[in-house]
């Protein structure tokens, strides 16, 4: 997950993650206050890999606000979580 403050720096972000490693984007969620959380999904390294691209590319155009990836998510977690399509 990359945060940004700005839709240019997510859709920056998203650009730069799927070019970067093997991932899925499997969608965004709209916080409020200008804030946007961009997801994707993949293996760990390659996610974490994706979420550094993502946020070196949103950072050149606008503000990241918060990078974070879960190994394996629980369960619980999951049905939150954007599943792949």
């Known amino acids: 997950m990359v945060e940004t403050k700005g839709l240019v720096a997510a859709i920056e972000a998203a650009d730069a993650m799927v070019k970067a490693a093997n991932v899925k984007l499997v969608g965004y969620e709209k916080i409020g206050s200008g804030l946007i959380t961009v997801m994707v999904r993949g293996d760990v390294g390659a996610t974490k890999a994706?979420?550094?691209a993502g946020a070196a590319a949103?950072?050149?155009?606008?503000?990241?606000?918060?990078?974070?990836?879960i190994p394996r998510p629980h369960g619980e977690v999951e049905r939150i979580l954007p599943q792949l399509g």
């Open 58 to 69: 949103a950072k050149k155009v606008g503000e990241v606000v918060s990078v974070h990836v």
């Open 50 to 52: 994706a979420t550094d």
